[in-house]
Each structure stands twice: as structure tokens, then as C-alpha cells.
């Protein structure tokens, strides 16, 4: 598998189950926030219906523009803009073929310039560079980071929930694998 984003050796890996910590200052340029991480106080936008709260993709914050590549071959589902406070802001879906079963691949809160580069359908290749990092101000409010999500379930509308609700994990989870099938053992 290609990295979807270019991982120095050195990264913070939040632990967000005790909620956002305002004095926190991260030591590195490049974070990881995890999969299957409850993360209590941290979605306050209309769009998480307060109670959602359980992540279901990984996050690999970056600094703005870093590069965002295919981790396989395959095609340009979808392309978006998920315009919504909280929300993925540019977004760009995948569709690729695993171990016979098709699999779909969001990649969120990208750069506008990232919706220009391909249309849905296009064929893409393992490595190509399929977006930039988003900043705050187009991404839905949040630091700039690739919110990285799997799905078995196909997307509508360009957009996957990457925050669920507690009471729905055991569905979800299988829904929505762990991308570190694809991404390796980043944590």
C-alpha cells in the first residue's frame, strides 16, 4: 500500500477520551487521532445532534497542503464539498477493489483546490496524488488534518458519518473498517 500521506518518523498519537485539552500544544507538525476513540466534549456543532461523539476514521493532522495520495489503485467515486460547520468541508471519495468486495475511501477536510484535480470515474493509481490538505477556514472549522475513512457501505451525497453515536459502535465499526488495513500500524 502507498501512505496516504508522507508520515515522518516522529508524530504525536492524541488520546482524545478525556475530551479537548485548550492548553495542550502539540510537539510535532504531524498527529495521529485514533479509530474507535470515544471523544467526549469535542463535537459540539449542530451537525453531531449532540450525542455523537465515536470516531470511525484516523485522523493525520499535517501541515496545510501537504499532499494526500491513493493507497491503491482504483477510481474517483465522488467529489464534494461538505460545507457545514464541523463538517469535512473539500472532500474526496475512492472506490477500490478489496479482496473482491469493493471498498470506498473518504478523504476529508482537503483544499478547494482539491476538487479541480479529478472527476468522478477517473481512473487513479496507486501513489497519485489525489489532494492537499485543507486549512481551518475550508475545512470545517478544524486544524489541518486528512480525516481518513473507510466504508464497505457505499457514500451519498460525498459524505460518510465519521462521527456516531455510542449506542450505534457495533454496527458501525463493521460499516466502516479500520483504516489502518490500509494505512499499516500508524499507532
Known amino acids: 500500500m502507498h501512505p496516504v500521506i508522507k ?3 516522529k508524530y504525536w498519537v492524541f488520546d482524545f477520551t478525556k475530551g479537548p485539552d485548550t492548553t495542550f500544544s502539540c510537539p510535532y507538525p ?4 485514533r479509530y474507535d476513540e470515544i471523544r467526549p466534549n469535542m463535537y459540539t456543532h449542530e451537525l453531531f445532534e449532540g450525542e455523537r ?7 493525520i493532522g499535517t501541515p496545510e497542503n501537504e499532499p494526500v495520495f491513493a493507497f491503491q489503485d482504483g477510481e474517483i467515486f465522488d467529489i464534494g464539498l461538505n460545507d ?10 475512492t472506490q ?12 476529508g477536510h482537503l483544499s478547494m483546490e ?5 472527476v468522478p470515474g477517473q481512473k487513479i493509481k496507486s501513489g497519485d496524488c489525489i489532494g492537499y490538505v485543507g486549512s481551518k477556514d475550508v475545512n470545517g472549522g478544524w486544524e489541518p488534518h486528512l480525516h481518513f475513512q473507510l466504508s464497505w457501505i457505499k457514500p451519498e451525497n460525498c459524505d460518510l458519518p465519521g462521527v456516531v453515536r455510542r449506542d450505534e459502535r457495533t454496527d458501525s465499526l463493521a460499516m466502516y473498517p479500520d483504516p489502518r488495513m490500509v494505512l499499516g500500524e500508524i499507532y
Open 7 to 9: 508520515l515522518p518518523d
Open 30 to 33: 504531524y498527529s495521529i487521532g
Open 53 to 59: 461523539d465515536l470516531h470511525v476514521g484516523i485522523d
Open 84 to 93: 457545514e460547520p464541523g463538517s469535512y468541508g473539500p472532500t474526496v471519495i
Open 96 to 107: 477500490h477493489q478489496w479482496d473482491g468486495k469493493t471498498l470506498w475511501a473518504l478523504h
Open 114 to 118: 482539491s476538487l479541480q484535480l479529478f
